[in-house]
């Protein structure tokens, strides 16, 4: 029997997992493959697709607290997130990166960086909605 999950997957928590799943897929364009929601609301399990990669989600506890509002409370962790660079974040290649971008841009991601073109190829630096660090780079 086959495995259907690559041999790495970055498992990242939310304060609003639903609302995370919502903003992801219309943001970055990944693909919900799989929400399973509790009675109180909290996303206990979420799976979304981006190209051939797969992250899972969820929300923890209600105490939990995103990067975002992390930051917004302890000094040390908004001094850790002076630099546009992914700070414990995710990269995704895409097909398209300035379209990707634009949509990102469009759907209110905060923009790390703009696009660049180096040795590595073309890329952008982005936080999501909760400040979970992206990096998306074209193939």
Known sequence: MSNPYPAVIPMLAYENGPAAMDWL????????????????????????EAGSGLIMLAT????????KRHRDECEAASRWSEVPYIVDGVLVYVEDVAEHFERAQNAGATILSPLEEGGEGKRYRAEDLEGHRWMFMQK
Request: aromatic letters at 10%; proline letters at 9%; zero cysteines.
């Open 25 to 48: 897929a219309r943001a970055f364009g990944f693909r919900e493959r799989a929400r399973m929601v509790g009675d109180d609301g909290r996303l206990s399990h979420g799976e979304m």
């Open 60 to 67: 923890p506890s209600p105490h939990y607290h995103g990067p």
